[in-house]
Each structure stands twice: as C-alpha cells, then as structure tokens.
Nanobody, 123 residues
Framework: VQLQASGGGLVQTGGSLRLSCAAS????????MGWFRQAPGKEREFVAA????????YYADSVKGRFTISRDNGKNTVYLQMSDLKPEDTAVYYC?????????????????WGQGTLVTVSS
C-alpha cells in the first residue's frame, strides 16, 4: 500500500489549499481514509476522515466548517479542501488508511501512512 500526499505550501491567513492523497497497492473498499497533522513539538492529531464505500465523514472540532474531505473512487484519491486557514493550521499533514473496526479519530487505528506534506499559514 502506498499513500502519496501532495498539495501543501505557503498561504496567508484566510487563504485556501487543497491537499491530495493518491492511494495505490490494493482495493480500499472497506477502508477509512484519514488526514492527520503534526505541528512542531506537538503530537499528531486527527483532522478529518472519510469512509471509502459510504458517504460518512468525520471532522475535528477545530476544522469543522473550514475543511472538507472528499474522495474520488475512480482515481483512488482523497482530498482535503482547506479554507479560511489560520496560523494554527500550520503543520505537516499526513494521509492515512485504516480498516473498519477502530476509532477513526486515533492514530493507532491507521495501518498505512503517507509521507506528509507541509502546510504553512503566515499571519
């Protein structure tokens, strides 16, 4: 399984970015795809998740109303549209894949991880 995250960059406060996570190596039917982030000196934290086969999404309270997770099953790609970005959103963003059964909100539920893409929001 390979997860390739891309789309990070430098943006001003209030700006937008779209992250992509290209997944390959197996069928992801039955999986949950998640985005996590890790700021310097902090633990990795949940951002958003989406079930691959049904329309169900999950968000951290800190990003609700600003971030939208979506998927394109035909392209095996998951997206994270980020709007109204704030300096506290600055972090390395990771995409991850988990099988059903564990909590979508916790790191340990995810068996596969991408390499991360850096998002920097300037004030």
């Amino acid at each position: 399984v390979q997860l390739q995250a891309s789309g990070g960059g430098l943006v001003q406060t209030g700006g937008s970015l779209r992250l992509s996570c290209a997944a390959s190596g197996r069928s992801f039917s039955g999986y949950v795809m998640g985005w996590f982030r890790q700021a310097p000196g902090k633990e990795r934290e949940f951002v958003a998740a989406i079930r691959w086969s049904v329309d169900r999404t999950y968000y951290a309270d800190s990003v609700k109303g600003r971030f939208t997770i979506s998927r394109d099953n035909g392209k095996n790609t998951v997206y994270l549209q980020m709007s109204d970005l704030k300096p506290e959103d600055t972090a390395v963003y990771y995409c991850a894949a988990a099988t059903y059964g564990g909590s979508v909100y916790v790191v340990k539920s995810y068996a596969y991880w991408g390499q991360g893409t850096l998002v920097t929001v300037s004030s």
